[in-house]
């Protein structure tokens, strides 16, 4: 045996590669080798030999072969295939073998005959365990088919970077056979790759013998075109089994497939994200400004660098007309335009309000004309003079580096309403036809909002008109009261708020304020009835009681309508006032010295609800003392209790007598600037008599 305590003397130290390292194939086979003289008998035995059978040198030594590895029931067949082998042939299969611990074990032998100088014949035996070669030959055969057949481009390199192998999809994705790339560079085999950033991946696994995985490279296709591939490039150290490394070995995949579709569903992704945006941001009120303002901030910078929305100028006025006028032009309003940060492109669109004209050959007449979305991927100094408003306007658009143009036309219930423009400077993508059908999906949903504000402000313009018509110009003037009134429209609609001054006999002069319940023509409808109604009764001279019956039986035949009211008859010749309520507000009665109250008068059942008594009250009305009707906008407030409001109107009304139209003025400055309901005040004052003390 060999001694233990000598060194293992192995090859690779000659500089000169005399004596090369050695491989570790033999290491792992761990191939016992043994000679048998003329007899049978033992006369070597390596190490190796020890390790696989059992048996030191000094058992082996000299005895029988056969009786020492072979059964009994074999030992006929060995002497057979031992004396083939001394007439000349050579041997090799696999035999059962026993073991020193007694085991059989299957081993591959090679035998081959032997001279020494005196002529005898020898017997060369080789041998090594069965089941590591067949592990080890299906660890090869696996190996060399999965490179050779994978798909997987696959290839190594030597410890100088080096091809040293590549398989059949390597050669077909470079584009060239194996023996122009073995033993060459990187750089001179694959031009298409950034060699410097292979190379760094592959000293760092060579150093670390740690793998870098999945790392995507993006190479031009090297069979004459300009198409870029993106390949996922994995790199493994290859080492021998001693751990010394080989190389390092590199798969690649094609996943340029799977990045366009990733890309795909990214972008798919983000549109969805786009629309589901819209449908929360854009219409959140029925203002036409707002509504386009919310179409342009979605768009932007999402979709575009820039964002014009125009209507056509009809849309303002509530009507929808030709979109095209005789001689082939549109005229339009800017209602918004929003830009990304960074671009000065905003300057060339038309100025927020502003009534623009265009003619037949620019891009937004066309978008109106034949209702249908321009998509102008890479925009021309023609394409610009087309889009901009005039040479300025294109001069702009060119100096902030416009290049891609999209307008889609805002349609709703079949009516073309106006355009958005979309522009891209800052991003380098141009519009593509997913981006033509997510701006016309935007364009369509706005289209409905812009449209429903405009139905909206015709019908409000139409309630307003017909509302204004009904209530007096001014209050008439009174030689003994002094009479002030203010009405204000809700900002959102319309409802059927009211006033009337009506004078009467022997010098009386009868109030109303009411509130029809309900908004838009409708309410305004009924309201202009009931002042008709309050005006022919009042003729009549009844009290105010008996006036609430007669509009209660006249609002109950109309059908399913409510209001409210009060109403006053003051009679300044007396000093009194007689008050009626149909679920109205209280009225509130500032004396002459100027403390304001609450009017307490019975609660009853509004108009319209049929069957119920009216009552009427008196008070007292001296000179100077002021009484003021209102409705519920000018109190409300959804913040809080209805209580508050009245409180602060009386706070507003106490306090040393001012000209009643300044008091107007006061309290709806302090009460409401921009009311959600209508708003009718109405105040009366007697006036001091001649000779009289004036307050």
């Known amino acids: 045996m060999d001694d233990p305590g000598q060194p293992e003397i192995r090859g690779g130290t000659d500089a000169e590669g005399v004596s090369a390292a050695p491989g570790g194939l033999l290491d792992l086979l761990r191939v ?22 059992g048996y030191s040198a000094e058992e082996a030594l000299g005895a029988p072969a056969g009786h020492l590895l072979v059964a009994p029931e074999h030992l006929g067949l060995v002497k057979e295939l031992f004396g083939r082998v001394r007439a000349g042939a050579s041997w090799s299969g696999v035999f059962p073998v026993r073991a020193k611990d007694g085991s059989v074990r299957r081993v591959e032998f090679r035998n081959i005959r032997l001279h020494d100088a005196h002529g005898d014949v020898h017997a060369l035996g080789l041998a090594a365990d069965a089941g590591t070669l067949r592990r080890l030959e299906t660890d090869l055969a696996l190996s060399n088919s999965l490179v050779n057949q994978s798909p997987v481009a696959m290839g190594m390199f030597d410890n100088e970077l080096r091809w040293l192998r590549v398989n059949p999809a390597l050669e077909r994705a470079g584009g060239l056979a194996a023996g122009a790339m073995l033993g060459r560079n990187l750089e001179d085999v694959l031009p298409a790759v950034d060699p410097d950033v292979v190379r760094r991946a592959l000293h760092h696994v060579m150093a670390t013998g740690r793998p870098l995985l999945d790392q995507m490279t993006a190479c031009r296709s090297p069979v004459g075109s300009d198409e870029e591939r993106v390949w996922s490039v994995s790199y493994y150290r290859i080492d021998d089994p001693r751990g010394r490394p080989l190389g390092v070995a590199t798969s690649a995949i094609d996943v340029s497939e799977r990045q366009r579709v990733a890309a795909e569903m990214a972008g798919a992704r983000a549109r969805l994200a786009v629309i589901a945006d819209a449908g929360v941001r854009i219409g959140t009120t029925l203002d036409l400004q707002q509504t386009a303002r919310e179409l342009a901030e979605v768009a932007v910078p999402r979709l575009a660098d820039l964002a014009a929305v125009d209507v056509l100028d009809s849309v ?94 805002l349609i709703a219930r079949g009516d073309v309403l106006g355009t958005v423009s979309l522009y891209r400077t800052g991003n380098p993508r141009p519009f593509d036809d997913q981006d033509l059908t997510l701006a016309a999906e935007l364009a369509a949903r706005a289209a409905i909002c812009v449209d429903n504000a405009r139905l909206y402000s015709r019908e409000r313009n139409a309630a307003l008109t017909l509302q204004r018509s009904l209530l007096p110009d001014a209050p008439p003037r009174h030689p003994d009261i002094e009479i002030a009134a203010r009405y204000l429209p809700a900002v959102s609609a319309v409802g059927g708020d009211w006033f009337d001054v009506l004078p009467l006999r022997h010098g009386k002069l009868g109030l109303i304020v009411g509130d029809v319940m309900g908004k838009g023509l409708h309410a305004a409808a009924i309201m202009g009835q009931l002042r008709t109604a309050t005006r022919a009764l009042a003729r009549l001279d009844m009290p105010p009681a008996e006036l609430m019956r007669h509009l209660d039986d006249i609002l109950t035949s109309l059908g399913e309508s409510i209001a409210t009211c009060v109403y006053a008859v003051c009679d300044p010749l007396h000093g009194r006032c007689e008050l009626s309520s149909a679920g109205h507000l209280p009225p509130v009665l500032i004396s002459p010295e100027g403390v304001a109250e609450l009017v307490d008068l019975p609660n009853a059942a509004p108009l319209g609800v049929g069957g119920v008594p009216f009552s009427t009250e008196k008070r007292d009305l001296p000179e100077g003392a002021t009484i003021a009707l209102f409705t519920d906008g000018l109190v409300e407030d959804r913040r809080a209790p209805i209580d508050a409001g009245l409180r602060a109107l009386t706070r507003v009304l106490t306090g040393d007598p001012r000209p009643l139209e300044q008091t107007c003025d006061t309290v709806l400055h302090a009460l409401h600037h921009t009311p959600l309901d209508d708003v009718a005040l109405l105040l009366a004052r007697p006036r001091p008599k001649p000779g009289g003390t004036a307050h």
């Not at 016992?32 to 059978?53: C, D, K, M, Q, Y």
């Not at 032009?329 to 905003?346: C, K, M, N, P, Q």
Request: glycine share 8%; aromatic share 6%; net charge negative.
């Open 32 to 53: 016992a080798a043994f000679v048998l003289n003329g007899a049978g008998r033992v006369v070597l035995w390596s190490p190796e030999a020890e390790h696989l059978f």
């Open 316 to 409: 303002l006025g509530g009507e929808v007309a030709a979109a095209v006028r005789p001689d082939g032009s549109a005229r339009f309003r800017a209602l918004a335009v929003i830009a990304a940060e960074g671009t000065d492109a905003s300057q060339a669109a038309d100025q927020v309000g502003e009534l623009a004209s265009y003619g037949p050959t620019r891009m937004i007449t066309q978008c109106v004309r034949e209702a249908r979305p321009i998509l102008l991927p890479e925009v021309d100094s023609a394409d610009v003079r087309r889009i901009a408003k005039d040479t300025a306007a294109a001069d702009v658009l060119t100096a902030a580096g416009v290049h891609s143009y999209l307008a889609a036309p």
